[in-house]
């Protein structure tokens, strides 16, 4: 992997956990309206899996999907000004933390209903079949999300068809309040793919490198006519399932331990044990995505919030 | 003119705007080599290929997900749920992802798709094959509700709703596919959201949908010999509801009936009713009489009983003139 | 008297009725552990173990089907949908399966299913987690529907489904989990089926359910001071409608508002409205208005201007006092 | 297998078939209102699973259900008087032959939407779980309805929990108009088990002594607190989807070779050439079934139409 594919990586992980950190603290001043779901400790896989898309190429993401959006490349300031529900947001406003999409960018939808996801993602797939131009579809989703039976619907379908998607499922061993074992008897959601003819593919969600790979692999075969891929990153969340969970429900031991996993830290120390980097480099990344967000949060601020004109806008063409 | 099933008219409608726009596709269950349960897409394989005539699994809900996401890309699909009553496995799909995409995304993606399919009873089919669902779908924002009663409509409305930018959930009525009527030779468009006043009357208005605007013209023809002068209004779409047409006609005449074959509880004649006693109340004369079947699920051997028909409706419509 | 919160008083009520009955158990996503996404099954688990409180998969088609297939069997299953929009995704088995298996096997099975949810706005959740669709479930023969306002009316209306032998779609209101109020210390219950005059008023009948019990009941504390005496009757339950309180009031009243939180169109007032103008129209003295929220999805961030509150309730008083 | 279980078995196979060509005729004479689908070619099935429960365990069926119900001893009387739409039938005539059910001989539903008993079956099944009376549920589908999401949720539940409940299905190639390369990839359905860590076995369904194996395993398992089983039984539709379906779909030499593959021929022959049974003793069955079946018709056909009054009966409780 070439050195600017290397620094994309960190650049990527590193953005999506500081911009969620800040976004914890802003919605614990009670600054953002509704809940939301942070992806700490998750940032190996939207980081690795968009990396290897175009910006033409299309993803869904989840409720727990602002890694993903800013992965594949969302303006910053317009996703923070949505999560603030202003104006200036990429929805206007509308959409909130939990349905954001972006036309440009490529993010095809976040979507609050568990699982949801898959069967759209069929349909953009298609069309990139039925026209012909080569557009790869990414899927984002949950372990959780991966016992309704919009997966079973939608990975058969994709296999039967050839579709030129990619299901990466998150997985991070909880649903909610709710941990593997309560929801499924299997340990590799990967192996799920076989009841399809698909290829499936189980990888250390935590290793950017190794997700890097396996997704370029699965971008490669949708491209050149290859089918559908099912791959799994095992990840760990840090955090409560939305924002204020206390997680009373999640033993404290594990709690403590997921941080062992940092996608982040293990690559850092990577990348200054193979050289590619120095500290100062690193130092310098914080500082620049520093000021990126805090140039975002002021925007969105200074955003003005929707008023009664916007209520009836859109619901029909 | 020529004259034609409804079927067929949906057919024909189908193949008119695959010809005329390459993005329009159809998609769902035994629609290529099978032509659709009742013939809708029948001969749309051999024509088109594969690639725009798409068998699916069973699979409802992939199917409306497809149909969404092909959208989003600008495609314009026709999905086909092939009884009403399927349409319970998808109706996430449908109410919270096709029916809000436009709006939760602030309006980033055009939605045009239609999902054709069949509804109401007459073939026995019982409970789980005979529902008229059509209130669910027109109390949801952002789709359109559309229910054709004659040949000649279905094809006109099918064709606009293929254009419509919109989500249109299309309600066929099985009991009229083999109902023959009049069609232009010419190609049509009859416009989404406009009521159709299919029989002038000056004494009583009937709203009516589907199969019961041909149950309310037979009561009218029925009522006219007793001297009671019917207006039967064909209401087309029933999300948007054509006010208008509808008030109009109540203006005139003072005397309302709501006519459909859902059960009425809860059904789409409560909203009208509803409507005209909220905004002009002061012109009616006497009670709104909702007509519809009785709250019961579609008995199997019990359909005749079961059934709204023209009898109910003349019923209904001397119920209001005795007022 | 104690004093408690709504949420508290559904985990009251399930725990009385599990202890009453060993045929009595809990389904659902993160019910056990967890207590319930909103704190309705805290506890559970600790007192009646795995056997009784089972925590599911993400699988909501299926928790109705365990429900279903479980009460066929005699059990009394309460299932939670954490959220009723997440209804979608289980239609068919809770209108096709648990609606109707008592009828088409000819009365061969009782289905004493509850399913609780919660409905409404308030959180900023979002068009995904905040709609109302108790209309769909009252346009479905075989269901009973309700949506308690208060803590007192919630605990008595859970016990009581419970122990119906029908399937109940139970509507909780998010925004009132937090609620508190005044509860006996010992056993009650509410007959499913009586709406429950919660304000006596001789000039205007407003009928509201759920949150809007509220928001009609600060309007009318506004309109008395004005002069205007509004009766507000809290439905209670959705399906089947309580016709005969509703229309004592109206006869006293000759005035006529609804209330609910769902969009307008094609929602439960619609019903009720069409039902007076039906059956009792030379009683109304005026139009019957309606107060329900605009026809657009729950937007995000507008949420406030969305919901209909108790300023809407006094103007829709005023109308039809003015008329 | 002793001779009482081997006659059985041709008895409820043969019972099936012939009630099925009957009411092929009196379905084509425009006697039974409504749409029937009959499993004509596939009789193996029904009554190599069925032999192997008791009258206290349960059975879902199918829109394709009459011989699931047959086999499992539901009263051909009250059987035929559903199908015509009369008051003596086991459901008061209201179900007809795609809702049928009966208390007594543990029919607890057949059902018109494909996949949904599966769930339902998680129920029964539970219930048996919660009251420890040992009773087993097998829920019949078709190979178009294992791609339903229904099948997934109930698959991985039914894991999950170690549910006594057997998934049988019914392959027969064919999905109303769409043969199996249209629907899916994979050739047996039996190895999406592995999907959710269950047991899964595919068998030729038209062979009932193996079907009669598989099955006998599967309850044995059941019972015992072994867990749920996939079982796929393979076998071939003879007639059309419904009856009067011409079938311009399918390849008229498939339509003809399948009879090759007849359950009833097959296993008449084994018992021949086993001496088990002469050529009279078959004769002597034919008859006795023949009887029996002109009796349910007399009595359907005598039964009483019903009434207005019947309409709005259970409704509610
Ligand atoms: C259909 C549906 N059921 C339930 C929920 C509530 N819910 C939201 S997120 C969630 C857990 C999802 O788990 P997973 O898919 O593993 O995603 P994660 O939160 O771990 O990223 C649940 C149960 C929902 N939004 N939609
Ligand atoms: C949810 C749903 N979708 C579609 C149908 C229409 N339909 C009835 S039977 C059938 C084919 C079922 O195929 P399979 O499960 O293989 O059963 P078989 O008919 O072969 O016995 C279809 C598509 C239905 N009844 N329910
Ligand atoms: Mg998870
Ligand atoms: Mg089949």
Redesign the interface.
Known sequence: MNREKLLELHYLMLKVRRVEERLVDVFTLGKI???IHVSIGQEGVAAGVCSCLGPEDLIFTTHRGHGQALAKGIDLKAFMAEIY??RD????????S??I???KSGV??S??????G???????????M??GDGKV?VCFFGD??S????????L??A??WDLPVIFCCENNGW????SRK?????ENIG??A?????CGVTVDGDDVLKVCEEAGRAVERARTGGGPTLLECKTHRWLGHYVGDAQK?RPAVEVKQVKEFDPIARFEKFLLQSNCVDQAYLDGVEVRIGSEIEEAIAFAEGSL????D???????? | MKEIRYIKAIAEALREEMERDENVFVVGEDVGGGGGAFGGTKGLLETFGERRVRDTPISESAIVGIALGAAVRGLRPVAEIMFADFLTVCMDQIVNQLAKTRYMFGGLFDTPVVIRTACGGGLNAGPQHSQCLEAWFAHIPGLKVVSPATPYDVKGLLKSAIRDDNPVLFFENKALYAMKGEIPEEEYLIPIGKADVKRAGSDVTVVAASRMVHESLAAAKTLAEQGIDVEVIDLRTICPLDKETIFASVEKTSKLVVAHEAVKPFGIGAEIAAMVCEEMIEHLDGPVVRVGAPFVPVPFNLEKLYLPNSDDVAGAVRKVMEY
Chains 1, 4 share one sequence.
Do not use: W
């Open positions: 309206p509704g809940f529900g202003r947001g990429c929805c206007k406003g509308k959409s909130g939990m349905h999409a972006c036309k095809a939808g979507n609050g209903i568990v699982g949801a898959l069967p759209i993602s069929l349909g953009t797939a298609f069309a990139s039925y026209r579809t959780g999300a016992n309704q039976g919009t997966f079973h619907e939608s058969n379908i296999a039967l649903a909610q309040f709710t309560t929801y499924m008897k299997i192996k799920r076989e009841a399809y003819g698909m429900y919030l929707a008023g009664a916007e209520l009836f806008n859109d619901v029909y063409a």
